[in-house]
């Protein structure tokens, strides 16, 4: 992926498919998605030739069991 491309990733209606339909929301969604209502971070790794890589990172806090038996 082009290093211009990888900077826009995350920005709303960002497309290199303009011309076949594209909003350019997808990724933005995703990215509101994982730092908004999940709390976590997202991040793109696309070295040159070698496709690219999402890194979503969501912190995990357990939730207390409730236990019901005598």
């Keep these: 992926m082009a290093p211009d491309t990888q900077k826009r990733m ?10 076949s339909g594209g909003s350019g929301l997808g990724m933005n969604i995703v990215f509101n998605l994982v ?7 997202i991040r793109l790794d696309s070295p040159p030739h070698q496709g690219c890589q999402l890194i ?15």
């Design 56 to 70: 979503i990172t969501i912190p995990y806090t357990p939730v207390e069991s409730t236990s019901t038996s005598p």
């Design 35 to 41: 730092t908004g209502k999940l709390n976590g971070k």
């Design 10 to 19: 995350f920005d709303p209606f960002f497309t290199t498919r303009r011309a």
